[in-house]
T-cell receptor, first 113, second 116 residues
Framework: KNQVEQSPQSLIILEGKNCTLQ??????????LRWYKQDTGRGPVSLTI?????NTKSNGRYTATLDADTKQSSLHITASQLSDSASYIC????????????FGTGTRLLVSP | GAVVSQHPSWVICKSGTSVKIECRSL??????MFWYRQFPKQSLMLMAT?????????EQGVEKDKFLINHASLTLSTLTVTSAHPEDSSFYIC????????????FGPGTRLTVT
């Protein structure tokens, strides 16, 4: 069964601190892995997308890593800001010929002043 | 580029009535559009996939006669919730994908539906 699990479920950090979110997946055949940021009451916004051959990808203060062997990914946020408070969703695309997305349940991040 | 809009952003309707939600790709042609539903503190759940000019493909457990999807043009898809009930209250999100690229899905901002 295709699944994406994220940890922690929720996280509170102080402004300016770094944090790392985890994602484990069992999706086959694997096509790509994406991290999205979803603000409350808004649609998801893409942060990074990585294919099988990519180990790391950065987007500003966000850096995602991918280990295709262990089927793990992480999203590292550097120097957190209050505006980083949101849900972060790991999404894996199954290469079924139509790119079906398998969503994780997300990590709710709260950056506290 | 790759902007997807939804209208309305929120709607309140009475039980038993129908409500239509629009999803538009503003700067690209979307051959495929997806409709998702998201309950509080849960992740997105795919409801259906629609290709322009074709009937939508519904996920298991989603009633096609209750959630009517029309993808009449390359920039517009609509979701109509018929005979809405309070349990249909949810956050509905669409995404759009253009043919010929890497199947990236661009998400709309979502529509909050409350059925009273």
């Amino acid at each position: 069964k295709n699944q994406v699990e994220q940890s922690p479920q929720s996280l509170i950090i102080l402004e300016g601190k770094n944090c790392t979110l985890q994602c484990n997946y069992t999706v086959s055949p694997f096509s790509n892995l994406r991290w999205y940021k979803q603000d409350t009451g808004r649609g998801p916004v893409s942060l990074t997308i990585m294919t099988f051959s990519e180990n790391t990808k950065s987007n500003g203060r966000y850096t995602a890593t991918l280990d295709a062997d262990t089927k793990q990914s992480s999203l590292h946020i550097t120097a957190s800001q209050l505006s980083d408070s949101a849900s972060y969703i790991c999404v894996v695309s199954a290469n079924t010929g139509f790119q079906k997305l398998v969503f994780g349940t997300g990590t709710r991040l709260l950056v506290s002043p | 580029g790759a902007v997807v809009s939804q209208h309305p952003s929120w709607v309140i309707c009475k039980s038993g009535t129908s409500v239509k939600i629009e999803c538009r790709s503003l700067d690209f042609q979307a051959t495929t559009m997806f409709w998702y539903r998201q309950f509080p503190k849960q992740s997105l759940m795919l409801m259906a996939t629609s290709n322009e000019g074709s009937k939508a493909t519904y996920e298991q457990g989603v009633e096609k006669d209750k959630f009517l999807i029309n993808h009449a043009s390359l920039t517009l898809s609509t979701l109509t919730v018929t005979s809405a009930h309070p349990e249909d209250s949810s956050f509905y999100i669409c995404s759009a994908s253009a043919a010929g690229i890497t199947y990236e899905q661009y998400f709309g901002p979502g529509t909050r539906l409350t059925v009273t």
